[in-house]
């Protein structure tokens, strides 16, 4: 599965010159819900990347989102899985498991993003789970941003990913581009202004 070439088609791998929301500037930005936004691709892409984590042979009663990226991705992953699906959310800046959702002792989860960049928003979903004493089984996400290792790829993890290393990540494919500091960056030098993605028609 080509996930570049699905993202590109579905023009959700944008050109230009992005301020990323840790400061870091990018020619590339990622915005997966115009993927997601059609329901038989989003299939297609749940059905790919359950593929692939059926073979681990993982046991997976629930998968859970970190809202709000992570909710339709979480939730045609769970329906491929044939398991639940529930999401975590932020209150008072606090990922926590709301609206009448509940987790068993012991019960199998995977966490499921649409994007995986370092993790961070995903191991606190998985952190506040971890609280009713679930067994976290593995993450996954349509794509990895190419600083986690996932299952099957010779990237190797960068330094800024903050996924457990003794669990399983599964993604369908890699991004690479650069990302630079406002000092460093090409574009910047060029002349160009950074804009925030999602600001104007992004
Ligand atoms: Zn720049």
Do not use: W
């Not at 045609?76 to 709301?98: H, N, Q, W, Y």
């Amino acid at each position: 599965m080509d996930i570049e070439k699905i993202y590109k088609e579905s023009e959700a791998y944008l050109e230009g010159h992005f301020l990323l929301s840790g400061g870091m500037h990018s020619q590339f930005y990622l915005q997966s819900a115009k993927v997601l936004e059609d329901p038989s691709l989003a299939e297609k892409l749940a059905n790919a990347l359950a593929k692939e984590i059926k073979k681990s042979k993982i046991k997976i009663d629930t998968v859970c989102a970190p809202a709000i990226g992570g909710i339709v991705a979480g939730f045609v992953l769970a329906k491929a899985l044939g398991a639940r699906s529930i999401f975590t959310e932020r209150v008072d800046g606090k990922m926590t498991l709301r609206r009448g959702f509940e987790v068993k002792k012991g019960e199998n989860i995977l966490i499921c993003e649409d994007i995986i960049t370092t993790g961070g928003s995903a191991l606190e979903s998985a952190n506040s789970l971890k609280e009713y004493g679930v067994n976290i089984v593995g993450f996954a996400a349509l794509a990895n941003r190419g600083f986690c290792k996932r299952e099957g790829s010779d990237l190797p993890q960068n330094k800024i990913c903050k996924l457990p290393k003794d669990l399983p990540f599964f993604a369908l494919g890699d991004f690479t581009f650069e990302v630079y500091s406002p000092k460093d960056c090409p574009l910047c030098a060029k002349g160009s202004e950074a804009i925030k993605p999602g600001s104007r028609a992004t």
